[in-house]
């Protein structure tokens, strides 16, 4: 039989998964009571599982489905570069069609001198390549010793041994031996969480303060870098005050640190611009991409360096490059999603349309008694859950027990929303229509009703 046409019914699917398939992030012994939810298919913003149940899918699977699912066109482009070049690398002074084009197109697309774009096949291995090339392109200039890079608690950056030590996750750091040596970080711009009695502006100063006070620190010879997300994703969509990122800037500018944006949520209409630096001011010497690069139907992911790094480490043979880099296939995807993004105006409806709809309706969330504040920025959306929105409280109990009791509603209900401690997160395909917004507004009012019911 053929399993993935034919497949076998739920059961024996999820029975065999947890016998032999090892998850990411995932509990394994909790799969083997429950079962991992099977999704079988998908088509614009609705993903139905192996039951035939349907799910709007407010997070675009992993942050990534900007166009939303079932495009024919993205098949078709993965299909005709199969048939042409399955395969070929990048390595050893060769190249091929598709990665020239897509170099070119991001070259296009990104601001100032942001003209050159080293290939990788996720935002993990993109931001391994940043590490290794902020402190190349320093060892270049002499200054081997100039290798720090600051980050944020609580960012994340990926899962590798580089990118999880920039990521902040204590949970992941307890995991492995992160972080490698030489990656510092300063505490994260979350206001709700962490701002006190300050106003948001005072804090976002405080915050990016932190940098200089950690630089002066550390001295600013031994610091290569500083890493941001320019909204934290996977943190809990935290939207930084409009104070925080200016003053970052007017830091790494005074100090002479090389500004990396690691753009692999906010990039490709996620907040209204191809990438969120824009949308926030930030001039990164080097964006880190990923996810709606393909809108996920490729694993690609890359960075996009300005002219002055770049000529620094064009200057020499850069020992670094993965067996993926620029393949032929991702390729012709990402430019095949780049197509689409651009001619059907699915960037310019963001930014014209569908994300002041969608804060209108979200911000209505923010009257539910279990809800203490409810923001977006663009096509990105939080909800915090509070016994107490007046002073910012938390729960009794563990932190995230609310949250997930929100998010197994939410599946229940139809809605596929993510929830970070007591944070409930959404990032919706780009091409979600009205109406499903309001579809998924209401199933979230239903499940956070069923919540409060439960935890009162
Ligand atoms: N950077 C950010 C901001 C991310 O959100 C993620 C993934 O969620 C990554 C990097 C890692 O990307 P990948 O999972 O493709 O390795």
């Known amino acids: 039989m053929n399993m993935i046409a034919n497949h076998p019914p ?11 398939h090892m998850h990411p992030f995932t509990h394994a012994g909790e799969l083997k009571d429950k079962g991992a939810r099977v999704i079988a298919r998908a088509n614009g913003v609705t993903l139905t599982d192996t039951d035939g149940n349907d799910y709007l899918d407010a997070m675009a699977g992993l942050w990534c489905v900007n166009i939303g699912y079932g495009r024919e066109e993205m098949a078709e482009a993965a299909a005709r570069q199969m048939r042409e070049l399955p395969y070929y690398n990048t390595f050893f002074q060769t190249t091929h069609v598709p990665a020239i084009a897509l170099a070119n ?3 296009q697309l990104a601001p100032d001198t942001l003209n050159h774009v080293f290939f990788a096949g996720s935002g993990s291995e993109a931001n391994d390549t940043n590490i290794r090339m902020v402190r190349t392109y320093w060892a270049q200039k002499g200054h081997p010793e100039k290798n720090i890079i600051i980050s944020r608690k609580n960012a994340y950056h990926g899962s590798s041994m580089g990118s999880g030590s920039l990521g902040g996750m204590t949970f992941m750091h307890e995991q ?3 972080p490698i040596p030489d990656i510092h970080h300063i505490d994260q711009p979350h206001w709700w969480a962490e701002g006190g009695d300050m106003t948001p502006e005072e804090f976002g100063l405080e915050r990016a303060r932190q940098l200089e006070a950690k630089i002066e620190e550390l001295g600013a010879d031994r610091v290569a870098a500083f890493i941001g997300e320019p909204i934290q994703g996977a943190g809990g969509v935290i939207i930084p005050p409009s104070t925080y990122w200016p003053e970052i800037q007017r830091i790494c500018d005074k100090h002479g640190i090389l500004l990396i944006a690691d753009e692999v949520i906010c990039a490709f209409g996620r907040t209204g611009k191809w990438f969120a630096s824009e949308t926030l001011g930030i001039r990164p010497h080097i964006m880190t991409i990923a996810k709606g690069l393909s809108s996920g139907y490729a694993p690609i992911g890359g960075s996009i360096v ?8 064009n200057n020499c043979e850069f020992a670094h490059g993965y067996t993926y880099s620029g393949h032929p296939m991702t390729c012709a995807v990402a430019l095949e999603n780049l197509r689409i993004l651009e001619e059907e105006g699915i960037v310019d409806n963001v930014a014209n349309h569908t994300a002041a709809y969608l804060a209108k309706k979200w911000a209505t969330l923010g009257d539910h008694p279990l809800v203490g504040e409810a923001s977006t920025i663009g096509m990105m959306g939080a909800i915090q859950l509070t016994p107490d929105a007046e002073r ?13 009791i929100t998010r197994e509603h939410c599946f229940k209900n139809g809605l596929v929303m993510r929830h970070v401690g007591d944070r409930m997160i959404i990032s919706p395909p780009l091409v979600i229509t009205d109406a499903e917004i309001d579809t998924l507004v209401e199933r979230a009012w239903i499940a956070l009703d069923l919540a409060h019911k439960q935890v009162e």
């Open 306 to 313: 300005c002219d002055e790094v770049a000529e620094v480490i």
């Open 176 to 178: 492995g031996g992160l």
């Open 10 to 20: 739920t059961s024996e699917l999820q029975a065999l998964d947890a016998a032999h």
């Open 105 to 107: 197109k991001l070259a």
């Open 392 to 404: 910012r409280a938390k729960f009794a109990g563990n932190e995230g027990d609310v949250g997930l």
